[in-house]
């Protein structure tokens, strides 16, 4: 293994850190939109608001991470990638701006009015976000980014059956890991009537999950024929135990088990973001580009390697640390200096 | 690579300059938010606890509130920045991205770190015991510091770039990643940014409570929320002069066309005047209006009238700065901002150092509640200075930035949307922070209703709301 393979495999272990996380946070934001009336939705959006706030922007830096990554490591690629696809690349960032911003400002609006708006455009850019984000990586996968600056077709690059349907299973795939997280955090903050409401929200979604991945195949079949070969050659293995594990989260969430659900259904994700990630290797473009030739200068590769390094011992003990004394409950709305929040209790 | 070879001025490169300096001039408002702030709240915080003080303790809840937010959208407004490195700027981060990366790796885990520590910080004030909870809070100044260490690294190495030799392709070879993060101006925009961001910080937070002090709110709350803050930026600015000093006469060395641009010289040679403000006109290289201080300028580079200056006319024109004008005009405004507040400081330094109080004046309550804004000028005014004096360049000597701009259609469509998006956005930051302040200013007057009841519960502060 290269150094520059080794770059690309931190990549990916970004991606799917970040599919864990910050993809999860979208699906958290789709459901607090369609959570249905004021009076209707308060205690799911209570409880969406109560799990996400504490570590939100912790999980969002992922993606911060992975774009300096690949632009340090791989900058010909990066530049390739982020001016063809400049359309649906730009549309992420006005979703992630719009999420972000109006999650933070609505907690201190002080007219019900303005909270509304806000909620209303969280959702919407928490939709918006990762479905650009996955149709980028499906113009990437069906090989339409050709090296140079704006080589390749704007639209057609992002707007084709592949891209839509990675788009699409995107956010499915937020909303469902969101969903079984949501389970967990109903059981774990004393709302168990809310367990089943996110049960029947992750069934849902995971029946979409379904249909979209499969519809993504087809597409893919039609549109690029040598990545759909790798993607049920050698990247079998890595497919079927993701469905598997998708699936097993999929029968402990219908039963109501808590314990391993999250896990499993995390791992489903890994398994699919590295099925890809094997399917494509080693092209960094499909089929121009390849891992050795788009890498960076060997000394900059050495230091990033050191880098992740740092982050694994650094970075990665403090997330710990965070997610434990969330869970424990210790992280929380100050009450003296915070609007008086929603409550969860009926 | 000649598909990054661009045509004299492609058409892209307009929008795409104006969304940059849109978007980076928007996020530099909450930098030393960011960065500073945090400090402050641990000196209150620490003050609170060691005196048993619970005023301080308010103020440090509040400021860490405050902070959370303005955190929040510079988390997303700078996720922006990172984007347009790509969407805006293909020909930087696609040719010399494995050069000067790096530091924007180390930012991206300086910024983890910040992440994690500030939500452990703003949300574990009611449950964490209160010394861990100081302590785990304690290191993100430092974090902070690191982050900005990095950007600055990064920026500094467009204007001395460094670690690389241009190979016969036109792309980098020899890459020296420490070299490029070493980079020459490193040291002086550092101590000049870290400077700045607490100047900033420090005289935004303390103008609030000065608003506040004017209007006749004369408690220890708003005494405390003024000297916090305002002895921090005190400390901050005459040391700002000297850092500021020091970099415009290595500027005249080091990048000499923009300090001929910064201070208007349009002919090499000694014996050069101060010339504050006036019109510089590049057909003809003169300009005309303006104050003149005759040898002024000499004297401020070399010590003595006889010290030579780099003039405009040393460089083609295709190589001076495209706007002459906006970098001259930037500085004397970031200079003069300096001076008064430096004014303002010594002013309270003499009546602190004889009363133990604030001055009484009206003059000086008026400049203290104006240093707020007046010190983000400034801020801004030297971003301009660094930004377009650097022009035609991104990387100085290096790379044309009309060579490295998008060639992706859209580039105007994006930069009206985000012009609309980010005008928003901040008009919402800043009708919540009002919201916030007024919710306290009410929560203060309901406990002083009942000076010796207990604090009201979430749910008493939330029916003084309704």
Redesign the interface.
Known sequence: MTKADAVAAVLVLGVTLYAWSGLADYGAGLWDLVAGGREHGRRARALIDTAVTPIWEANHVWLVFLLITCWTGFGIAFASIMTTLFIPLSLAALGIVLRGASFALRKDAARAGWRHVAGWLFGAGSILAPFSLGAALGGVASGRVPVGNAAGHEVTSWVNPTSVAVGLLAVATGAYLSAIYLVAEAKRRGVPDLEPYFRTRATWAGAAGIVIGAAALVALWFDQRSMFDRVIGRSLPLVVAGVLALAASFVLARRGVVRGLRVAGALGVAALVWSWAVAQAPYLLPFSLTIADGAGAPATLRWLLVWAGVAALTVVPLLIVLYVIDQRGHLAEDPTVGRAAEKLSP | MT??MAAVEPAQLLPARSQMAFTLMFHIVLVPIGVALPAMMLIANFKGLRRGDPVAL?LA??W??AA??T???G??????L??????LW??L???????F??P??????A???E??????Y???????QPWTHFWLGLPIPFVALVGAFSIISANSWMNTPAGFTVGADGR?EN????AAIFNDALPYEFAHFVLAVYMAAGFTVASIYMVGWRRGRRDRYHRLGFLIPFTVAAIATPLQLVAGDTIARWLANNQPAKFAAMEVVTTSGPDQPEIILGRYDPATNTVSGGLRIPGLNSILTGGSRDTSVPGLDAFAAGDRPSNVNVVHWAFDTMVGVGTLLLFIVLWFAIAYWRRRDIPRSRLFGWLAASAGVLTYVAVEAGWIVTEVGRQPWIVYNVERTSDAV??????WV?FV?VTL?YTA?GA??V??LR??S???RRQDEADDAVPYGP?PS??A??QV?R
């Open positions: 598909e990054w308010r809840r509040r860490s509130h959370a937010l955190f929040a959208v988390a997303v407004s700078g996720t922006v990172s984007f347009e490195m790509g969407l293909p020909g981060t696609g040719t010399y991205g494995d050069v990366g790096l924007f790796a180390i930012e991206g885990i910024f983890f770190i992440a994690i520590l500030i939500a452990i703003i949300y574990g004030w009611r449950r964490l980098p890459v020296d990643p420490m998008t060639r992706s259609d859209g580039v994006s949307g998006l956005l919402g930051t009708i919540v919201a916030m007024r919710r306290w604090r979430p749910d502060v939330a709301e």
